[in-house]
């Protein structure tokens, strides 16, 4: 079994992986804004199985936040905090959970200068009145101290930040990790010392307002297992996901690197992929994790590159998690004379179900 199940996240990021039998094992990637937690995610998790595969409290294998933005660690944020509360009243805790996987960005910073973020933190901490910055930087602050009281810190089997290269087989499933590599972290670690320097944490405040900062931190992860892959890209610009790929040996000039599912980097915006990207990239399963209504997202732009880079007879479907009435409009325009398929989660739906096996 090799399952994805992509919740209703608005406009954000939050789905499942299953695989592994004959008990299910699942990851949870990102967790949407904090509303979907009670709308969505909370009444999915309490229908998974215990550790054991029987009684007890619902189990999730591995929770991975992508990074910290809040349509991402919104839901996580609050998943753990319901954790620690029952924890601090003696309760029994609603989930239990194997491994986090999650880059702090200040740990990120500091891999590369160490002892940057501490003499930042106070600027950072200032600022965090803005609006952006302040609602992702303080979800990121709680996030860790709630998780590190769960026993959950250290990224475990990885030991450390997961960035280009790291490698695990988690039950069977194989995992490498794209992104974040040098380059980004070189980015990251120039806005930080040019607030340090300037003594003005705007600097790294307007990066969450247009999203370098975060997005530069994202997490990639290709999955593998039994044969199939998926290609989880979180917010990560195009261009480093191929760098990643590259540096990797797994996209050469022999030919576009196929996986059986992508979801596609930050929602389908044209601001993280250029055309080039789909031709290096394929898969069966294009997903886009987005509503349309905050953002312009996806962007027409994008679907018309990733279209444009098949051949007409190529089968392949394009996933929405939300009707996107300009979205499906283009996708339509663009089907004409094509084999591809839309695929729209309907309203009624807890989930958008892809590819084989059927989650418990």
Not at 32 to 54: C, M, S
Not at 90 to 95: I, N, T, V
Not at 166 to 179: H, P, Q, R, S
Not at 234 to 256: F, I, N, Q, Y
Request: with cysteine.
């Amino acid at each position: 079994m090799f399952t994805f199940e992509f919740l209703d996240a608005h406009h954000g990021d939050c789905f499942l992986v299953h695989w592994g039998a004959p008990h299910d094992r699942v990851m949870l990637v990102d967790g949407g804004p904090g509303g979907v937690y009670r709308a969505t995610l909370r009444d999915r998790l309490r229908q998974l199985r215990g550790a054991d595969g029987g009684g007890g409290p619902p189990h999730l294998d591995v929770v991975c936040l992508s990074h910290i933005d809040e349509d991402h660690v919104g839901g996580l944020d609050r998943l753990f905090r319901d954790m620690r509360q029952a924890q601090q009243d003696g309760d029994e805790l609603p989930y239990t959970v194997g491994t986090l996987w999650f880059n702090a960005v200040e740990e990120l910073v500091d891999r590369r200068a160490p002892g940057l973020s501490a003499s930042v933190r106070p600027l950072l901490e200032h600022a965090a009145s803005d609006t952006a910055f302040g609602a992702s930087y303080q979800q990121g602050r709680t996030l860790r101290n709630a998780t590190t009281a769960l026993g959950l810190a250290g990224n475990a089997p990885f030991g450390g930040p997961l960035t280009e290269g790291a490698e695990t087989v988690l039950d069977d499933l194989d995992v490498t990790v794209v992104a974040p590599d040098e380059k980004a972290l070189a980015e990251l670690e120039e806005r930080w010392l040019e607030a340090k320097q300037r003594g003005d944490p705007g600097v790294i405040s307007a990066g969450y307002t247009d999203g370098s900062v975060p997005n530069l931190s994202s997490i990639v992860l290709l999955l593998g297992h039994e044969g199939r892959t998926a290609l989880l890209t979180g917010d990560a610009r195009g261009d480093r996901v191929l760098s990643g790929l590259s540096a990797l040996g797994l996209l050469d000039d022999s030919g576009p690197l196929h996986v059986d599912l992508l979801k596609l980097p930050h929602h389908g915006s044209d601001r993280n992929v250029e055309a080039g990207f789909f031709e290096q990239v394929r898969a069966d399963h294009y997903v886009i994790s987005a509503d349309g209504l905050r953002h312009h997202h996806p962007s027409e732009n994008t679907l018309r590159w990733l279209v444009e880079s098949r051949a007409a007879d190529d089968a392949y479907v394009v996933h929405l998690t939300n009707h996107i009435a300009f979205a499906e409009e283009e996708l339509t325009r663009l089907r004409e004379g094509r084999a591809f398929d839309i695929d729209v989660r309907a309203p009624a739906e807890q989930a958008l179900l892809i590819m084989e096996g059927d989650p418990p």
